[in-house]
């Protein structure tokens, strides 16, 4: 593991003593712990207590009281931040997430019979013995995931645990129990209480997980897609069982693995979702603005590669594929129009796209334009207004007009002219040429 993975862990397992030396039974809790005996890395290190928060302050110098409420301080030590959390059972669950009522008790087992999963469900204290009384061990051993108790009571306690179970079971390779599996569906309309804010926290760690194929998967088939408080696209929602495909071969493909965004945009080039399906899910799903945009700027440039909408280049693959002179000249300027359009980054996006999965997301399969495409990305002498050797107001004075949108249209002529390789990226050519157009125009 780690430098710093190890020195948190070490971090931990002196607030676990300190809290032990002063007479309350401590323990680490949780995913920590089932990470720790995976040989995994870990997120958060959480610790659980037989001592109330007011004791827990006492203690220790650096403490903030983040969840007084329901038994949570956040101690500082050695760098580290660590929630320490009494020991307490839970009822009420009015709103499907939260507990209406929470009372400290003095035994972790009562404590771990709260917990979601048996896998998380494992206590550890600082000598590293283990409390297990749901068998989580087991559970690891067998691969399975499997609820603490009566799936359904735990699903209708929280049903955000619904989407956790299958992010779980795609992250770790697990099967999901068939009671458990059972109890979730039982549940799944429950879901419709959860903000949407942790539905997309969720399904972004899906995507960004481990196997998001698999997780894709269990979505459809759970029916938990079309369960959301605000509706997904139902082009979305009809199309995660074809988009696992898509998204499988870009992860199990040779060469540079995709991640983040790009996984994304998989997901949407492989439901075969419009650029106005990307940026609706993707604002359900109360994304940032600016990530939206590029996840959708590459669908727009898919939908036009593709002939969805007009001026897709692509459309005689074969023909270009070989080589045919005037067809290839026709697919290259229409891709570089389509650079124009969408921005480098979305054409560099989509390229990265194909070259994880050619036969998946590029159009003609492994022997498809994508290939000359990134050639003819890297030989755009320019592709924003930006990078003109001349500017918006040094047209305005050559033309001794007043500003106006005249000067976009005429950047945007410019533009084309040097990317096509018409003219070159010089001030006087580009001013001689913005003439002639100005004289065309008389």
Not at 73 to 97: C, H, I, W
Not at 230 to 243: M, N, Q
Not at 260 to 275: I, S
Not at 435 to 442: D, F, I, T, V
């Amino acid at each position: 593991m780690e430098e710093k993975e190890e020195a948190a862990w070490s971090a931990g397992l002196d607030v676990l003593r300190r809290l032990t030396e002063a007479g309350h039974p401590a323990y680490l809790v949780g995913g920590c712990v089932r990470d720790r005996l995976l040989g995994r890395r870990g997120g958060d290190i959480d610790i659980a207590t037989a001592a109330e928060p007011t004791a827990v302050m006492s203690l220790f110098a650096d403490v903030l009281p983040t969840g007084l409420k329901h038994g949570t301080v956040t101690v500082r030590e050695a760098g580290f931040g660590f929630e320490v959390t009494t020991f307490r059972q839970e009822s009420g669950y009015s709103d499907a997430r939260h507990p209406d009522a929470v009372a400290f008790v003095r035994d972790v087992r009562e404590d771990l019979a709260r917990r979601d999963f048996t896998v998380n469900a494992m206590a550890m204290d600082a000598d590293g013995a283990l409390v297990d009384p749901f068998g989580g061990q087991a559970d690891m051993r067998d691969r399975v995931l499997r609820a603490v108790g009566h799936a359904a009571e735990r699903f209708g306690e929280d049903a955000l645990r619904m989407l956790r179970g299958i992010r779980f079971a795609a992250e770790l390779g697990y099967r999901i129990d068939e009671s458990t599996w059972d109890g979730l569906l039982a549940r799944r309309d429950k879901l419709r209480l959860v903000a949407m804010e942790r539905v997309g926290a969720e399904l972004d760690k899906m995507i960004g997980g481990a196997d998001p194929a698999r997780a894709l998967t269990l979505l459809s088939e759970s029916g938990l897609a079309d369960r959301t408080a605000e509706p997904l696209p139902p082009a979305v929602v009809a199309g995660l069982r074809a988009a696992a495909g898509e998204m499988a071969a870009a992860m199990n493909a040779q060469g540079e693995p995709i991640g983040g965004d790009l996984r994304w945009a998989a997901l949407f080039v492989g439901c075969g979702a419009t650029a106005a399906d990307v940026l609706a899910t993707l604002r359900v799903l109360r994304y940032a603005g600016r990530r939206a945009e590029r996840i959708a700027s590459v669908a727009r440039l898919h939908e036009r590669l593709s002939g969805a909408i007009p001026g897709g280049p692509f459309g005689r693959r074969k023909a270009i594929a070989e080589g045919a002179g005037a067809i290839a000249g026709e697919a290259r300027e229409g891709w570089i129009r389509a650079v124009l359009d969408f921005g480098r980054e979305a054409a560099r996006d989509w390229l990265r796209l194909a070259e994880a999965a050619p036969s998946a997301i590029a159009l003609g399969g492994p022997d498809g334009p994508y290939r000359e495409a990134s050639r003819w990305l890297r030989e755009m002498p320019a592709a924003a207004a930006s990078e003109l050797a001349v500017r918006g107001d040094e047209l305005v004075r050559h033309a001794g007009l007043p500003a106006g949108p005249w000067v976009a249209r005429h950047l945007r002529l410019l533009l084309e002219e040097v990317a096509l390789g018409r003219a070159a990226n010089e001030k006087t050519v580009l001013l001689a040429a913005f003439a002639s157009h100005l004289r065309k125009e008389r």
